[in-house]
């Protein structure tokens, strides 16, 4: 809907095209009920451009709100944000809200980001009044037209934020800086641009380092400059590039996306053997076909080329959004929208007075399952999460922790070593209202959320200790050996104290225990059945 003249994704999606809030509040409801999800997320390019985003927000908050589950937005710009929205979001689980002011104010206009300092300063005020004490900030350099006064403007950005921050924060606020480096990418109005030379943008980044404040609360990292100049050429190049990819492979390039495994030796080695490869870092010509104009997005290449001359002149373009009288403005870019109309009213939902209040005493319940299958290679926190996410799909009425991130009160009996089958666990709920006498409904509806490999089948003392006096353990030998043997190696064992458990010291020295660690072998089955 913006229109940012280096971001791929908004003209790759476009055109505009809204979900109608009833669909979304719906959908949200039904996904909880399967899935028993702690969090729901909007996953948008940028959530706050929809006119109704208040009264979506609080219509999913208010189902969100009975089962105890929690609101994230990607891409939030919370420039003009309504204050109701960044109330909801405070009590989610989203320590920090993000904000990409990109650059300063004077090369706005030239990449079109509609956003003034002091809307950015306004918001930042905005959220820390709401309740956040975190602020990330995204900005770009090598932008086109970038001079070192821009760099200035983003460090004097900074300490505005930063003050401003530490004025309503003074000892909890973090400030993260995230700095990426300009990649003209294809199918966008800045396609045919070139990118800043390497040692432009390092000194770019040290100036910026060095004219930013510096501390415990601010949090600097930049992007890669050997990944960023690769992205250029992969994003831009054509079949040519095929040769270079091959030659950086036979040279041992593997795993390129993370920054640790980049090998930039076996890149460099690789542009040595393929030198043409690197005219993709300069600007192309507007007037000779690029190696991917034969893909259609339906977005013209005159409308692409009216945008670069626009941004020379530093001319922003409104974005293509819904006016206040219901129509879509249109900038012909060559999509041949047709006009969208807000058909759906805006209905205000339910907030959260009209919640039920439960003041049902609870009652604790202990129940006993087995693990086995796929589930022994859980380990405990994730066995933990699928059997809370199990828990929430059941729709019982369980127990949750107060405060801005609810938990579900559950204690789990000692945890199992990956890969160990268990046949009598336990896990302890709270359940709103009494025990049911029959358990077997409770339990075959337990079971009927639970993930393959979990099987309850009992209840349990609920007044029980929740670490068990000892634990049984089953030991099947692939090999079977005879009786005598197995009692010689048993006592040889019991005779280097391997009965005992270990103490580790602050130094690392082991000492044995104090009680023996297993108290009787059982049963021996020395059958070779």
Known sequence: VQGCRFCEAGFYYRPLRNRTTGSIIDETESRLSQTGMEEVGFATLSASDRKDLAQLVTGVDHVLSKKNTGLSLSSLRAYGVPESVLEVMAKGRTSSLTLAPECGERLRPVINKNVTNEDLYNAVGRMMESGWDRVKLYFMLGLPGEQDEDVFEIAEIVRKVLEIGKGKHPKRFKLAISVSLFVPRPNTPFQWEAMESPETLERRV???????????????????????????????????????????????????GWVESFNEDAWAGAFEQHPEARQFFGSLDPEERTPWEHIDLGVSRKFYLKELERSKQAIPTPPCEMEPDGEQLCHACGLGCKPLKQTEPVVEAAGQEDLPVDVVEPSKIRLLYSRGGTARTLGHLDMQRALIRGFRRTGLKLVYTSGYHPHLKLTMGPALPLGYEGLNEFVDILLLGSCPEDPSELLALINSKMPAGIFFHGLGDPLAPAEPFSLDYEVSLSDPIGEAQLKEALAKWRAEGLWLPRKFKKKGRRVPGTKNLVEAIIDMNTSDS
């Open 206 to 256: 040290r100036l910026l380092g060095r004219s930013i404040p510096r501390g415990r609360a601010v949090d600097f990292k930049w992007h890669d400059m050997g990944s960023s100049r690769l992205e250029v050429v992969l994003a831009r190049g054509d079949r040519r590039v095929a040769d270079l990819i091959e030659s950086a492979w036979k040279q041992g390039a593997r795993m390129d």
